[in-house]
């Protein structure tokens, strides 16, 4: 028996002082990191938005940089072989006009519930059928921006391998690398690839990309257990999960492509009480992330929820979330 917990123990102190090895890394300086935002016009509709407005504000107020945008299929093939761009070329023309820097996503599974953004007209249509529409609807968003220098990466697809969020079917591996071989042979700029930064193992996914991008949330609620959930890890958790990665794949760049700032509920936010929505986020938990992520080893976050902040501003009164995220920008 004092054997068995002798070398129990020191399995412990073996695994221990892997983790502490594999947390290690360089922590950039406060005046190092770099924040943009992820924008949906979709979340801003949601809300019951102008969401022109929103977007504008972006920039005119908080005085972004960075952006990540979604050329969503289902807004851009309304019908099959007909592709309206009015919106996405809006909101790439104002973003330009700002100087921001521009991370296109495409493909069928892009931010915002229900993560699969599939048109309409696609539901009847046989699998195979489907991926040769979603080819072309691809190669036709890559040749209409690839001009605009604004852009310096496209997104493909979003979280690609994580099977358990979304109204999604699973996407099949070598079809991700389809899609990932049509961009690369339409353009040169880099491709992202992003994963769950709680729920995947991140190696996938960072194989395949040129810039790797996490998401990070510490306070979420889940349908499964019906309770809300607050994530018991510490910045080295993200560290030791790149560290990781790094054995396996060679990102040019990793970044934090989805830093929550925005509440989780069991429903939609905007029908749920304040006092819910500050369960996952409030002013305080916002102040928290920002300074748990900037000890993670990441040095660029795109912040998740600029949308609910303008809500918060403009329907619930309360400018507090927009004025402490002015100060990152």
Not at 3 to 18: D, P, R, T
Not at 37 to 46: E, G, L, N, R, Y
Not at 53 to 72: C, G, H, M, P, T
Not at 261 to 288: C, G, H, I, Y
């Amino acid at each position: 028996m004092f054997k068995f917990f002798k070398n129990f123990i020191i399995f412990l102190i073996v695994i221990f002082f892997i983790i502490f090895i594999f947390s290690r890394g360089h922590i950039p300086k406060k005046h190092e990191l770099e924040y943009g935002v992820t924008f949906s016009h979709k979340q801003a509709i949601d809300l019951g938005l102008d969401w022109k407005q929103v977007f504008l504000e972006i920039f005119r107020d908080l005085k972004v940089k960075k952006i990540r945008l979604s050329a969503y299929w289902n807004d851009i093939e309304r019908e099959d072989n007909y592709f309206r761009w009015d919106n996405i070329d809006w909101q790439i023309k104002e973003a330009s006009k700002n100087n921001a820097e521009i991370i296109l996503a495409v493909g069928g599974r892009l931010p915002r519930w229900p993560e699969c953004h599939f048109p309409e007209w696609t539901n009847d249509l046989e699998k195979n059928i489907i991926q040769e529409k979603q080819l072309r609807y691809i190669e036709k968003v890559i040749e209409r921006y690839k001009d605009n220098n604004n852009i310096v990466a496209w997104q493909i697809e979003n979280e690609p391998f994580l099977k358990y969020f979304g109204e999604c079917e699973p996407i099949n591996k070598d079809f991700l690398d389809k899609e990932i071989a049509l961009v690369k042979s339409l353009d040169s700029r880099q491709i992202v690839i992003t994963d769950s930064g709680e729920l995947s193992i991140w190696i996938p996914a960072s194989r395949r990309a040129d810039i790797f991008g996490t998401t990070m949330y510490r306070d979420t609620y889940s349908a499964k257990l019906k309770r809300y959930i607050h994530y018991p890890i510490t910045p080295g958790f993200f560290r030791f999960k790149k560290n990781i990665a790094r054995l396996f794949s060679h990102p040019k760049k990793w970044i934090v492509i989805e830093l929550q700032a925005e509440p989780w509920a069991s429903e939609p936010f905007q029908n749920v009480s304040k006092e819910e929505r500050e369960k996952t986020m409030s002013l305080e938990k916002f102040k928290d992330i920002i300074e748990f992520s900037s000890k993670t080893g990441f040095d660029e976050f795109y912040l998740w929820g600029v949308e609910w902040w303008y809500w918060e501003r403009e329907t619930q009164n309360n400018p507090d979330l927009w004025n402490e995220a002015k100060k990152l920008y």
